[in-house]
């Protein structure tokens, strides 16, 4: 079997670790310690966080996304395949090494889709740009971290507290969708989401298809 070759690596801010590219052969890994975030091989769950999206704001003729976190693109890619040509798609970014590795050695697992031009790219926290928005979004994805529980940043938490909830929701337009990405479930996050102001539905799926890890999606529709 080929060793993994770590490639690079970069600061979260706000001593939030080290992130460590590796390859294998054509197989990707990013690493947080010991931690395995994510992996070339296992997307189906991010990409079933798009189209279940999807499906609740589908008769929306011009709709505008955030997708927080650009992983491995994922999301991105499954999201550019069902919106129409109209739409608009603003993936958020912490860490810029990321974007770096997704044009460089992750190019052929990305497949052009960050020079589709329906994709902005914002370098930044995705928590202050969806306060900084009112009624700006159709859906609002998060893959940030590893879900409600944050892993990366004590400060990710304020993406799924209360208060984080209400600036999501209020960034919303009228019936947009909330999604969030968990590696796995949370029931207290469940009852915040419904005292928060959404609609709140619970997927269950695996990191690949049928197989692989069980992961949860929260589909919540702003009330």
Not at 8 to 25: V, Y
Not at 61 to 80: E, W
Request: hydrophobic share 40%.
């Amino acid at each position: 079997m080929l060793p993994w070759v770590q490639l690079d690596s970069a600061k979260i801010p706000d001593d939030g670790g080290e992130l460590r590219l590796k390859q294998r052969g054509q197989e990707f890994s990013i690493m947080l310690g010991s931690n395995e975030l994510m992996n070339s091989r296992l997307s189906g769950s991010e990409e079933a966080l798009a189209t279940l999206s999807w499906e609740k704001i589908k008769d929306r003729s011009k709709p505008s996304i955030l997708i927080g976190g650009l992983g491995m693109g994922f999301t991105l890619r499954a999201a550019l395949s069902i919106l129409p040509p109209e739409a608009t798609v603003t993936v958020a970014e912490l860490v810029p090494a990321v974007v770096k590795w997704a044009r460089g050695p992750m190019a052929e697992v990305f497949k052009g889709c960050l020079d589709d031009p329906r994709t902005k790219i914002h370098q930044g926290d995705v928590g202050e740009l969806i306060r900084g928005s009112k009624a700006s979004f159709d859906a609002i994805l998060l893959d940030v971290d590893n879900g409600p529980d944050g892993l990366t940043r004590d400060s990710n938490d304020a993406l799924y507290n209360s208060r984080g909830l209400r600036a999501a929701r209020e960034a919303l337009r009228p019936g947009g969708v909330l999604s969030v990405w968990s590696s796995g479930p949370d029931y207290g996050f469940t009852k915040r989401l419904k005292d928060c102001g959404y609609e709140a539905e619970v997927v269950n799926t695996r990191a690949n298809g049928k197989r692989g890890a069980k992961h949860v999606i929260w589909v919540a529709t702003r009330r």
